[in-house]
């Protein structure tokens, strides 16, 4: 799990992350609060940062790797992977605490659980990593709800914003921090990537890197 830059709405907003060695692919777990929804119907609970912490606490990343994915892959704390410039060495990673899952959520006002639901493309490869993760958070008190559909349903969903929690899985094409932090996060691609990210400062960052020829 990483702690992505700060959200409008939020302090510590979280994505599960590891890194598959095989084909060098990269996975990250967005939880979406759709745009304009704040302090509306349809945001909760995402939009509360205890909750995404809860997430976070509640998958057993080292276990997904060790078992699931049979050691080909890598667990991070980074959002940007291993590798490529600007990895955080020392970030540590979440442990796997359902208990704490459970505090979490009961202090952002869920005592009995949460219900978030998870749309994937039928052929898509993270539908067995779903399959695992919804029984890791069945311990938490989350149930984690795996709707399937077609690919031309799911792109349509997932430009529109609609996903309330997404897979992304995204190729280094360049090593270089920019081919995930600009294409993922900024506000013109980010509801594509379903992570909703939409920071003026952060895409101004961005923009600016993209520019330096000597950082």
Known sequence: YATLPDYPWADTPRAAV??????????????????????????????????REAIGYAVDRQAMVDNYLKGNAIATSCFIPRGCMAFDEDRPIDKYDPEKAKELLAEAGYPDGIHIVTTISEKSSAVGVATVLQQQMKEAGIEFEIQKVDDAAYIDLRSNGEVQV?????????????????????????????????????????????????P
């Open 18 to 51: 590891f890194r598959h060695v095989a084909n060098r692919k990269w996975f990250a777990l967005m939880m979406e609060v759709p745009r304009g929804r704040l302090g509306l119907p349809g945001a909760e609970p995402l939009d509360n940062v205890k909750v």
């Open 166 to 214: 997404a897979f992304s899985t995204w190729y280094a094409d360049i090593v270089d921090p920019d081919n995930f932090l600009y294409t993922i996060l900024h506000s013109e691609s980010s509801p594509f990537f379903s992570s909703n990210y939409n920071n003026p400062e952060f895409d101004a960052l961005l923009e600016e890197a993209r520019v330096i020829t000597d």
